[in-house]
Each structure stands twice: as C-alpha cells, then as structure tokens.
C-alpha cells in the first residue's frame, strides 16, 4: 500500500494547480484557489467549477 502514496501525492498536486490555472480565467486568484484545492481537495475544485465567474469591472 506504501507505492501507492507518491502517485496519490502527484495527483492532488496537479488537481491543484489546474484548478489554480482555472481560476484565473475565471477573474479568481490562482493563488489562494491552489491553496484551497491543496488543503480540501476536490471540494475547491468543484466548487470553482459550479461558482460563476467574477464579473471584471471596466477600467475609466
């Protein structure tokens, strides 16, 4: 059951940094959405998924 760690690691890792690369075309921080989907998981992931987009306001 131990080789089976490092692959496990490597997925949640990349499930988190899509999910950052994914917020950020959603007007999100890639950031702070990397660190969510780090700690919980798919959760963060889904709910960036079903969460609408943040609207970006027009520069004057």
């Known amino acids: 059951?131990?080789?089976v760690w490092p692959y496990i690691t490597a997925?949640?890792?990349t499930v988190a940094l899509l999910a950052?690369?994914?917020a950020?075309?959603?007007g999100r921080s890639a950031w702070v959405w990397f660190l969510l989907?780090?700690?919980?998981?798919p959760i963060a992931a889904f709910?960036?998924?079903?969460w609408p987009?943040?609207?970006?306001?027009?520069?004057?």
């Open 1 to 3: 059951m131990q080789e």
């Open 20 to 22: 950052g690369g994914f």
């Open 24 to 26: 950020r075309t959603r």
């Open 11 to 13: 997925l949640w890792f």
């Open 47 to 50: 709910l960036l998924v079903v």
């Open 37 to 41: 989907t780090l700690f919980t998981g």
């Open 53 to 60: 987009s943040v609207e970006t306001r027009s520069p004057r």
